[in-house]
């Protein structure tokens, strides 16, 4: 069946440090590839989405490029901020078409 | 519109009492989930459904839950003589088209005592 694997955390950085979560999936087909957010106390948000291979999402100064030869989507964004600390979810959708999540990694970014 | 909308936001129900939940997705998907979430975890799977059709249920699900839709708009998630491993934080979420983004509700936390 389709699997996500992401990084375990806690990731601790210091505020403007370089961010990396890595992400890799196994999915029959072509699917499509998300990045969701959760804020404390707060509900899933979209963060970014990747639809085909070499596709690069976007949004916040967070990146991460679908990599169909790695089956990989590694979040990056270059300078974190305290009010990055949340924790970030790998998803993707593939022919069954439902979401399927990683187990989040947890980032705390200290001043 | 204003999003998917999940009533109630916490419940607190007694080991062995039933508990409905509701899910009002954004009014033009015609798909809605049902995933369940630990601490500590990814929401986990339970069942989706395209317009009134659950098309899927997972195996790990129990028999004491059941999900409808009756009209294709809202569903309700019913859970039969709660455990108390069925506390958790149950999440709805809506979409529209193939590969596309899933948007979610705040949750109903079920706390079973």
């Known amino acids: 069946g389709n699997s996500v694997t992401q990084m375990e955390g806690p990731v601790t950085l210091s505020e403007e440090a370089f961010l990396t979560i890595n992400c890799t999936y196994t999915a029959t087909g072509y699917p499509s590839l998300f990045w969701y957010v959760q804020y404390p106390g707060e509900g899933l948000q979209l963060l970014l989405k990747a639809t085909k291979a070499d596709d690069k999402g976007s949004n916040k100064g967070f990146e991460a490029t679908y990599r169909k030869e790695t089956t990989s989507f590694h979040l990056e964004k270059g300078s974190v901020q305290v009010s990055d600390s949340a924790v970030y979810f790998c998803?993707?959708?593939?022919?069954?078409?439902?979401?399927?999540f990683g187990i989040g990694t947890k980032l705390q970014v200290i001043p | 519109d204003t999003g998917v909308s999940q009533n109630p936001r916490h419940k607190i129900t007694k080991r062995g009492q039933n508990v409905t939940f509701r899910c009002d997705p954004i009014?033009?998907?015609?798909?809605l989930y049902w995933y369940r979430q630990t601490l500590g975890q990814g929401p986990e799977f339970l069942t989706y459904f395209q317009n009134e059709a659950q098309l899927e249920k997972s195996r790990l699900l129990s028999d004491r839950f059941s999900a409808e839709r009756p009209k294709g708009s809202f569903s309700t998630l019913e859970i039969q003589r709660t455990e108390q491993g069925d506390s958790a934080m149950y999440l709805c979420a809506s979409s529209i088209g193939t590969g596309a983004e899933a948007f979610f509700g705040q949750g109903t936390r079920l706390t079973v005592v």
């Open positions: 998803a993707l959708s593939a022919e069954d078409q439902k979401v399927t």
């Open positions: 009014s033009e998907h015609n798909r």
